[in-house]
């Protein structure tokens, strides 16, 4: 099983790791705690329990790689790197100039728990996991459904990852496409 050891800004050790079959409770747990914030920030799927059951019963058949940073059994971070190009940013990207392509291009879409913002763990699991996407014949990563405009710190935090912003679009609230490449 792929994984890397991470470690937080005050030195805590985390293990960013493939999601397992075995992590359905800890993912459901980490889905029901996410505040009414985060959640309106991240929401590529339903955030429940029995959804991250569902994920973890279909590890096999599933065509994105997700990835979890665990502090013990306790899931506090959760990335979904899709293969797929879905429609809406391939549509998006087009008109930018860019042609997205499956496999080549890689949708991102990550969350951290509430209480582990702010503590160096995205940074943290991004470089290793941008070398790891690097390493598996990816040219880029896309922000899946962009990030809200007015999250300035997550769009910071992309920069500073390398992301540039492909311009923009409405949906409940304007978001900003943003691509990195590899």
Avoid at 97 to 120: F, H, M
């Amino acid at each position: 099983m792929q994984q890397f050891p991470i470690k937080a800004k005050d030195g805590q050790d985390f293990l960013l790791r493939l999601l397992n079959q075995q992590d359905a409770a800890a993912l459901g747990a980490f889905f029901v705690a996410l505040s009414e914030a985060t959640r309106s920030r991240f929401g590529p799927h339903p955030l429940s329990s029995e959804y991250a059951q569902h994920l973890c019963e279909a590890l096999a058949d599933d065509s994105a790689q997700r990835w979890v940073i665990a502090d013990g059994a306790a899931v506090v971070g959760y990335f979904i790197f899709e293969r797929k190009i879905l429609e809406p940013e391939y549509q998006r990207y087009y008109v930018q100039g860019v042609s997205l392509q499956a496999e080549l291009d890689v949708i991102l879409a990550p969350c951290i728990a509430d209480d582990y913002q702010n503590a160096g763990l995205a940074m943290a699991a991004m470089q290793p996991l941008m070398a790891e996407f690097k390493r598996q014949g990816a040219r880029s990563l896309v922000l899946m459904g962009g990030t809200q405009q007015s999250n300035h710190r997550a769009r910071h935090f992309y920069q500073r990852c390398g992301f540039v912003e492909y311009g923009g679009f409405q949906t409940d609230v304007y978001n900003i496409d943003m691509r990195l490449i590899l």
